[in-house]
């Protein structure tokens, strides 16, 4: 969960309020806490009225609990059964408290889920008693023939807790598809796509529940229709994020999704956020970290007209963000088949990119430049593609790349920066076929030996010694031989 990645003070102070109702709970022995009907509990964080906030604390409070779950295990195998003790009652607690501030915000649970609540209410009483008896004796034998007992009881808890977690995610994922399903309100529809975007965040997991349970068609069908325009753009975020699992690609190729991303970008009347959406749409579709692209055959039906939309998007884009989509769709499509390079020069895409890298308010992070010069490499390999790219001045550009650096110390910027570098080395050492490309580079080879100090900080001589056939095999899925 995306949870965890946040600052510890943060994540501190967000949990202060439910662990204070843990440990409320804990001093009244897990007895509920009265009020009158028209009141609010002020410890049930309740009060928020949108289904995404009750989604995302009940998201909160399952992590709180699997975290304490896994806490538990690792005093268990320290033999702290004081602290084994302690953590089972937070968790018997915080399991109360998951139920009942679900139950604050659903109106309806099935007998399934019942069934389940009851199931880890009874296993989280069983757990604390029976770590309560371990508390009681001193004897080790007997402690250790307890011990896996007590182990054997905390995966029975952790399975009852997955699965109940399981099915109320399923059941809330079902509530806001039939919300977009029965409603023809904007304002519900939208409120619904914006609870589902919020549950493909959480993760891969959450990605697979809402695909399998008819999210992407149901995505699709509001793509379809003209009176939902304006969530176009949000919509096709959202099917973004959920098209990372192989479940959600099976559902998009089978309601026509490609065919519905070609009708959308090619269609003038739509918006640029609209088109940058669905150039995010088929970034990740044709991601070449995916390995279950293979059955997207209605691609390859459907290209020509998506690369020139693409292609159109970039030269017309107003901001980086919408370039960066466009150029990251075609970067991954250049991988995806290699008819898409062709395409490209028919469309005199070079000359449109390496303008697009003259403007610094277009191309204005590595992130983008890393896209054309994958693009560029990519391309490299057709002779008339090296031809296009020598006229266009494109060395110079590359030359330029080969010293990339990053503009603050973020760990994803200077990977970023340092691809950036790796393949324009590698489009340099493609280009070489052509005389003056190679004397350039020679060139810049005898500088880094002469004056070696004076290039070290932008890294040049990992770049331009023999190491090079190292970045060229990272970067490339084609083998080839410089010799």
């Known amino acids: 969960m995306h949870l965890i990645q946040v600052d510890s003070v943060q994540r501190?102070?967000?949990?202060l309020k439910l662990m204070t109702d843990c440990e409320c709970m804990c001093i009244l022995q897990s007895k509920p806490i009265s009020v009158e009907k028209e009141e609010q509990n002020e410890l049930i964080l309740s009060s928020?009225?949108?289904?995404?906030?009750?989604?995302?604390?009940?998201?909160?409070?399952?992590?709180?609990?699997?975290?304490?779950?896994?806490?538990?295990?690792?005093?268990?195998?320290?033999?702290?059964?004081?602290?084994?003790?302690?953590?089972?009652v937070r968790v018997n607690c915080h399991v109360h408290s998951m139920i009942n501030e679900y139950h604050t915000f659903t109106r309806s649970s099935s007998q399934e889920m019942h069934q389940l609540e009851k199931l880890l209410i009874d296993k989280c009483s069983e757990f604390t008693a029976f770590t309560e008896r371990c508390l009681q004796t001193e004897d080790e034998e007997i402690l250790k023939s307890m011990k896996s007992c007590v182990n054997e009881t905390l995966t029975t808890v952790a399975q009852h807790f997955g699965h109940l977690i399981e099915?109320?995610?399923?059941?809330?994922?079902?509530?806001?598809?039939?919300?977009?399903?029965?409603?023809?309100?904007?304002?519900?529809?939208?409120?619904?796509?914006?609870?589902?975007?919020?549950?493909?965040q959480e993760g891969a997991h959450l990605c697979r529940i809402i695909a399998q349970e008819g999210g992407v068609v149901a995505l699709f069908k509001i793509c379809r229709q003209d009176c939902f325009r304006c969530l176009y753009p949000q919509t096709l975020r959202t099917l973004a994020s959920i098209c990372c699992v192989e479940e959600g690609m099976h559902q998009l190729e089978k309601v026509d999704g490609i065919l519905c991303l070609a009708d959308i970008l090619t269609d003038t009347s739509h918006s640029e956020a609209t088109h940058a959406e669905a150039a995010a749409v088929i970034a990740q579709i044709t991601s070449p970290h995916l390995t279950?692209?293979?059955?997207?055959?209605?691609?390859?039906?459907?290209?020509?007209?998506?690369?020139?939309?693409?292609?159109?998007?970039?030269?017309?884009?107003?901001?980086?963000?919408?370039?960066?989509?466009?150029?990251?769709?075609?970067?991954?499509?250049?991988?995806?088949?290699?008819?898409?390079?062709?395409?490209?020069?028919?469309l005199n895409a070079m000359k449109i990119l390496l303008a697009a890298c003259s403007d610094k308010h277009i191309v204005d992070t590595p992130y983008s430049r890393d896209q054309v010069v994958t693009i560029l490499a990519n391309m490299s390999v057709l002779d008339q593609c090296a031809s296009e790219i020598i006229q266009g001045n494109g060395v110079q550009l590359l030359m330029e790349m080969l010293s990339e650096k990053p503009s603050s110390g973020s760990a994803a910027e200077v990977a970023a920066c340092e691809r950036v570098q790796q393949k324009s080395a590698v489009t340099l050492a493609r280009l070489s076929r052509a005389p003056e490309v190679a004397e350039a580079a020679a060139a810049l080879r005898r500088l880094?030996?002469?004056?070696?100090?004076?290039?070290?900080?932008?890294?040049?001589?990992?770049?331009?010694?023999?190491r090079l056939v190292d970045s060229f095999l990272l970067c490339t899925n084609m083998e080839e031989s410089f010799v």
């Open 167 to 200: 099915l109320v995610l399923t059941q809330e994922t079902q509530t806001l598809l039939r919300q977009m399903e029965l409603s023809g309100s904007v304002f519900i529809t939208e409120s619904a796509i914006r609870g589902l975007f919020s549950l493909a």
């Open 448 to 466: 880094a030996v002469m004056n070696p100090d004076g290039l070290e900080d932008s890294d040049f001589q990992q770049l331009v010694k023999p």
């Open 292 to 346: 279950f692209t293979q059955h997207l055959s209605s691609f390859l039906e459907n290209m020509e007209e998506i690369v020139t939309a693409l292609v159109k998007l970039c030269q017309e884009a107003s901001s980086g963000e919408v370039f960066l989509l466009a150029s990251a769709a075609l970067a991954n499509i250049t991988f995806f088949d290699t008819m898409a390079c062709e395409i490209l020069l028919q």
């Open 12 to 15: 501190w102070m967000e949990d």
């Open 48 to 88: 928020q009225s949108s289904t995404c906030d009750h989604l995302q604390l009940l998201l909160k409070r399952a992590w709180i609990i699997s975290t304490e779950l896994s806490r538990i295990a690792q005093k268990l195998e320290k033999n702290r059964w004081q602290r084994v003790h302690s953590v089972t």
